[in-house]
């Protein structure tokens, strides 16, 4: 695995039609899946604002799988997505989950499939309305 990813430019262009389409389309899913983020450098993080976004188009899905993310920060406070009910993560390199996820008291599916985990915080138990967790697929972490 390379110290420092890239972010090619398809998958740029695919970021930037897919913030286009979480703006203007009426469907409530927001999906920046495959547009290798990474949050090696600021730039590739979570793109900011997402979750101000989710929140302001009440957006029920975020869909953000196959990237490179080893953490949430960069789109907001996490806050702002307490209304969400679908949050897909999986295929990416995250090792742990902040401590706040449990304020996403609507999210009914949480999807961390093949993703660096080796533990997830108390606050998960605050998910009151999680019908689906899904952490199979743990990849080690690389020491």
């Given at each position: 695995m390379p110290l420092f990813r890239k972010q090619s430019h398809s998958a740029k262009k695919r970021l930037q039609h897919q913030q286009y389409l979480a703006k203007e389309s009426p469907e409530k899913t927001y999906d920046?899946?495959?547009?290798?983020?990474?949050?090696?450098?600021?730039?590739?993080?979570?793109p900011s604002g997402t979750y101000s976004v989710c929140k302001v188009l009440q957006k029920e899905t975020l869909i953000a799988h196959t990237n490179w993310l080893?953490?949430?920060?960069?789109?907001?406070?996490?806050?702002?997505?307490r209304f969400l009910r679908i949050l897909d993560l999986h295929n990416n390199e995250l090792a742990?989950?902040?401590?706040?996820?449990?304020?996403?008291k609507c999210l009914q599916v949480l999807n961390l499939d093949n993703n660096k985990l080796k533990t997830l915080p108390?606050?998960?138990?605050?998910?009151?309305?999680?019908?689906?967790?899904?952490?199979?697929?743990?990849?080690?972490?690389?020491v």
């Open positions: 920046i899946s495959d547009c290798e983020l990474t949050d090696n450098v600021v730039y590739f993080q979570i080893s953490s949430l920060k960069g789109g907001g406070e996490l806050k702002d997505l742990s989950l902040p401590d706040d996820i449990g304020e996403l108390s606050s998960i138990c605050c998910l009151t309305a999680l019908q689906t967790l899904n952490v199979r697929g743990r990849r080690a972490l690389l």
